[in-house]
């Protein structure tokens, strides 16, 4: 069985974004020593910096909004690992149910395993000649991924 790794942040207005809960999975996947690393912090830490500057509004959008533009998805998204390179990632997020007036979201998270399609063009594995890079809209590179090399 494939482990996954959970996150649970904070949807409220006061802490927006906030980790509150991570399995032990979760914190190694991102290549971090313990949860006590991620907890308390906001989640904009595991996000690329391009993408993380967004990432409160696309919860405060949420709440004023209720659409679920991307909840109930499974997706590939990139994570920000703790020696600050970029990795790809399933992720499937959703509301947690409560009776209080507290929104929480969960995400499941795992690493792409090389057999993922992503991986293959034909029945070729091109896994370890990926790179991965992000820019901002100027096309200045915000992150990369570990097996980027200068050439």
Same mark, same amino acid.
């Given at each position: 069985?494939?482990?996954?790794?959970?996150?649970?942040?904070?949807?409220?207005?006061?802490?927006?974004?906030?980790?509150?809960?991570?399995?032990?999975?979760?914190?190694?996947?991102?290549?971090?020593?313990?949860?006590?690393?991620?907890?308390?912090? *906001? $989640?904009?830490?595991?996000?690329?910096?391009?993408?993380?500057?967004?990432?409160?509004?696309?919860?405060?959008?949420?709440?004023?909004?209720?659409?679920?533009?991307?909840? *109930?998805?499974?997706?590939?998204?990139?994570?920000?690992? *703790?020696?600050?390179?970029?990795?790809?990632?399933?992720?499937?997020?959703?509301?947690?149910?409560?009776?209080?007036?507290? $929104?929480?979201?969960?995400?499941?998270?795992?690493?792409?395993?090389?057999?993922?399609?992503?991986?293959?063009?034909?029945?070729? *594995?091109?896994?370890?000649?990926?790179?991965?890079?992000?820019?901002?809209?100027?096309?200045?590179?915000?992150?990369?991924?570990?097996?980027?090399?200068?050439?």
């Amino acid at each position: 069985m494939e482990e996954v790794g959970t996150i649970i942040i904070s949807g409220t207005l006061d802490d927006t974004g906030v980790i509150l809960d991570i399995n032990d999975h979760f914190y190694k996947l991102f290549k971090y020593k313990s949860k006590d690393d991620l907890l308390k912090n *906001n $989640v904009t830490k595991i996000i690329p910096s391009y993408i993380a500057q967004y990432h409160d509004s696309y919860i405060h959008n949420f709440l004023n909004t209720s659409e679920l533009q991307i909840l *109930n998805t499974l997706r590939i998204v990139f994570g920000l690992n *703790n020696n600050g390179f970029i990795f790809p990632l399933m992720m499937f997020i959703k509301i947690i149910p409560n009776l209080d007036e507290s $929104v929480r979201f969960i995400a499941l998270m795992k690493d792409l395993d090389t057999e993922n399609n992503i991986y293959k063009i034909g029945d070729k *594995n091109i896994a370890k000649f990926l790179s991965f890079i992000i820019c901002d809209k100027e096309g200045v590179i915000t992150n990369i991924s570990k097996n980027v090399r200068n050439t």
